[in-house]
């Protein structure tokens, strides 16, 4: 729990001087990364120092990356996984539990990914064992959630991503904190982003969602933005309300597009 409250400390100590949320820049290498990679880890490092602290940074390697990772993180960097099991041991052959993931380094993890929700068939209702699982772990977990083409052109969407939200959101003690990432399923990967008005309208009833389920705390928790955002872009989608920060993939893989995107976060 220790290192969670910190974590909910310093948010709220930014908030408190600045009036604002402090934006997190994510990244999620999915199966991407041998030990290799770590040099790209390095230069992120090593680059987040010519930045002013003004924002989180955080990477959520494949699992067998995250001690080494969290080993040569340093303070400025953070390390999260992707996924994990709602269970804290036993007889789950293959599956990580969040009190590995946070005995191995990891302070966040991604849970509920619209490629874990299709490939591995994880409903709503086991994302949000999930989330409960890293709260009880003391790690905070990124909920993230999003529409379909299909939904987005019937004009689903809103109603999409807070039917799935109502289910897949834990319940928060006192000193937990939770992440929210949304992330439109035809985004991802694809090059394709929505307008700014889209995703300032999403991100505004996932706000009001989590005023009505945590109250004053829900204005705090961060709401990220994921799917193909990139250096061109994460200016102007980081500049969206209720946008506080992103959830980034194939642009996390490389240090320089990924620096590129904390650059715009702190700029
Ligand atoms: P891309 O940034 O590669 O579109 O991936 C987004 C994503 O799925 C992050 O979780």
Redesign the pocket.
């Known amino acids: 729990m220790f290192q969670h409250s910190l974590l909910g400390e310093r948010t709220n100590l930014f908030k408190m001087v600045t009036g604002m949320v402090r934006t997190l820049i994510a990244g999620?290498w999915k199966m991407n990364g041998l030990k290799s990679s770590l040099s790209e880890v390095d230069a992120v490092i090593t680059q987040l120092g010519d930045f002013p602290d003004a924002a989180d940074c955080l990477i959520c390697p494949p699992a067998t990356l995250v001690v080494p990772m969290q080993e040569r993180a340093g303070a400025r960097l953070k390390v999260g996984a992707q996924s994990c099991h709602p269970e804290a041991f036993g007889a789950f052959t293959g599956d990580l539990s969040a009190e590995q993931l946070k005995d191995a380094g990891a302070s966040y993890v991604?849970v509920g990914?619209?490629?874990r929700r299709s490939e591995h068939g994880e409903r709503s209702a086991y994302v949000q064992e999930q989330a409960h699982a890293c709260l009880r772990a003391g790690i905070v977990p990124i909920v993230?959630v999003g529409e379909s083409f299909a939904q987005r052109q019937r004009g689903e969407t809103k109603d999409t991503v807070i039917r799935i939200l109502r289910k897949s959101l834990p319940t928060l003690g006192s000193s937990d904190s939770i992440v929210v990432?949304y992330?439109p399923l035809w985004?991802?990967?694809?090059g394709l982003v929505p307008s700014d008005e889209e995703i300032a309208e999403v991100h505004q009833v996932i706000r009001d969602l989590l005023v009505e389920l945590y109250q004053d705390r829900g204005a705090d928790l961060r709401i990220l933005y994921?799917?193909?955002?990139k250096p061109s872009n994460a200016a102007e989608i980081l500049a969206i309300k209720n946008v506080n920060g992103g959830?980034?993939?194939?642009?996390s893989l490389k240090a320089a597009d990924f620096m590129a995107i904390y650059a715009a976060a702190v700029a």
């Open positions: 999620n991604i990914h619209s490629e993230c990432a992330e985004a991802i990967g694809t994921g799917g193909s955002m959830l980034i993939g194939g642009a």
